[in-house]
């Protein structure tokens, strides 16, 4: 969510993050999530199809799929589905049709060819919805965002029913990378659940689904699972899976390294400031929110650059900092460049190199 002006943002509302580690199943979670603060359906721009990198990531991902599950003139269902442009692009590639489910959906976002052939419904997916069962099911980034992670899965196995040659995938955040990276600009409140592959794969075995595939992507920062439903729960793990100790001596060591992690970063900031070099943090998503109100930024950013130009204007929620188009840097030359995800280092070095600006970019890894 982005505020139309600085006093909004910085008056923001924020919740707290007490994270809980199951030492049976190695699930971790926000004690202290309340589902009431957030809502869904405020319209957001959160789509990260700005980027040439993700843009090829997703046409991968989308023709992988398309190939392993014969997707080609079916029924595809995307449950949290956003504005709908990966749903778009697997009905396009396969000539599909494709219904998605989302609260913050926004009318007339999705053009073209394929358009007649999507319906989108502006919604928190439920078993009311089980008349949009699909040939295949997928739901990217959503289960994160979900508290009871158990009743949600539940709920698509039940509206799949006997239906046993549906394929489901799913996708989300590497809690694993977080913890041993110490990437505290990864936690926050919308993300009230946190999975590894082990965790991940004890879920959606509990909730009856054969796994077909499980794994890493995305520069390993994403877990990425594919399964089928199954008439019985399965205890048969895969090799890929993460022992819970294994995560517990994570969650140990993050526990111990991150208060220095933070230390570091504001003896970092402070240098800057007080070098009066020019700062910007390029990304405004959830984890420069995270980064900057976990850090207690303050003057030592000067404005936040995000590619997206429908944010570009408005201000982030907790520092209060502006959004400014990568244009803007031809102007103010920034000398430092924070960039929140070391995946788009080149990508941003070349945008930077072409318009004229030499900064050093410090990747938040």
């Known amino acids: 969510m982005l505020m139309p002006t600085r006093e909004e943002a910085i008056k923001f509302p924020r919740g707290n993050v007490e994270l809980a580690f199951c030492e049976t199943c190695s699930f971790i979670f926000n004690l202290a999530y309340d589902s009431s603060k957030l809502d869904y359906s405020i319209l957001r721009s959160e789509e990260q199809g700005f980027s040439g990198t993700f843009k090829a990531y997703a046409q991968k991902l989308a023709q992988h799929l398309i190939e392993e ?4 003139n079916k029924n595809i269902l995307e449950i949290g589905c956003g504005r709908g442009d990966f749903l778009t692009l697997l009905c396009e ?21 394929v358009a007649n052939r999507l319906t989108f419904i502006r919604d928190y997916f439920s078993t009311n919805h089980s008349e949009y069962n699909g040939d295949f ?9 979900i508290y009871n992670t158990a009743e949600f899965l539940t709920s698509i196995r039940l509206v799949i029913g006997d239906r046993l040659n549906t394929a489901i995938f799913f996708e989300v955040p590497d809690v694993t990378r977080i913890l041993q990276e110490t990437a505290f600009w990864d936690i926050y409140y919308e ?7 082990g965790s991940l794969a004890r879920l959606f075995r509990s909730c009856k689904f054969n796994i077909n595939h499980i794994g890493k992507d995305y520069f ?11 008439t019985r729960t399965s205890n048969k793990p895969f090799e890929a899976e993460e022992s819970v100790a294994a995560i517990a001596e994570n969650v140990r060591s993050f526990s111990k390294k991150c208060q220095d992690s933070l230390d570091r970063w504001k003896t ?11 700062a910007i943090v390029w ?12 850090l207690g930024v303050k003057e030592e950013i000067a404005y936040i650059v995000d590619i997206n130009p429908k944010r570009v204007g408005s201000y982030i929620p907790g520092a209060g900092k502006q959004i400014v188009s990568p244009g803007f840097m031809k102007k103010f030359k920034p000398e430092v460049v924070f960039v929140m995800n070391p995946v788009y280092c080149d990508e941003i070095g070349a945008m930077l190199k072409g318009m004229g600006v030499t900064a050093q970019l410090i990747p938040c890894c």
């Open 220 to 230: 390993n920062q994403y877990l990425l699972i594919e399964a089928k439903p199954a």
């Open 69 to 72: 599950y014969d997707l080609h």
């Open 137 to 145: 099911i997928c739901c990217r980034h959503t289960l994160e965002h």
């Open 93 to 113: 590639l396969g000539n599909n049709s494709g219904v998605g489910i989302d609260p913050s959906f926004a009318s007339g976002d999705v053009n073209g060819v």
């Open 283 to 294: 990304g405004s998503g959830s984890k420069c929110v995270a980064f900057m109100t976990t």
């Open 268 to 278: 970092l900031l402070h240098q800057i400031e007080t070098a009066e070099k020019k």
């Open 191 to 197: 993300h009230c659940s946190y999975f590894n592959l």
